[in-house]
């Protein structure tokens, strides 16, 4: 019987009791938004704006709670295994750059008519 006639001082008091209210509905409001940052999303500033804008219907909330929760695509990785083709020089293009070299002083006759032997016995 004591508790009916309790006095009001043992209560809190109603402004405190709503603003608890208040802090926890803005942040129930808010979830969504909450786990989009704590995931780091991809669409963070996107999730807050419809939480913000269309999260008092419930249609919005619910919509950008699962935007939240969803996994963020990976890119794929494309590996292109491709090696460069192997340029063989022909004949005519090792004949051409060796006599540039005897042209250019850069080395002798000699030297020049040895490469020569030597290309065009490879052929």
């Known amino acids: 019987m004591i508790l009916f006639f309790q006095s ?3 209560l809190p008091d109603q402004d405190t009791v709503l603003g608890i209210m208040v802090v926890a509905g803005i942040c129930l409001y808010f979830v969504p938004s909450i786990i989009a940052l ?6 963070l500033v996107a999730i807050i704006a419809l939480n913000f804008f269309l999260g008092w219907s419930v ?6 709670l ?3 929760l969803s996994s963020d695509a990976k890119p794929a990785r494309i590996v292109v295994n491709q090696q ?3 340029v063989k020089e022909d004949h005519i293009d090792k004949l051409t750059k060796l006599k540039k070299l005897l042209d250019g002083g850069a080395i002798t006759q000699e030297e020049f008519d040895q490469q020569k032997k030597a ?3 490879s052929k």
Do not use: E, H, T
Not at 38 to 43: A, G, H, L, S, V
């Open 84 to 86: 460069a083709p192997k």
């Open 59 to 64: 249609v919005g909330w619910v919509i950008s």
């Open 8 to 10: 009001q001082n043992d």
């Open 38 to 43: 704590i995931r780091m999303k991809k669409n």
């Open 119 to 121: 290309i065009l016995k």
């Open 66 to 68: 699962v935007w939240s």
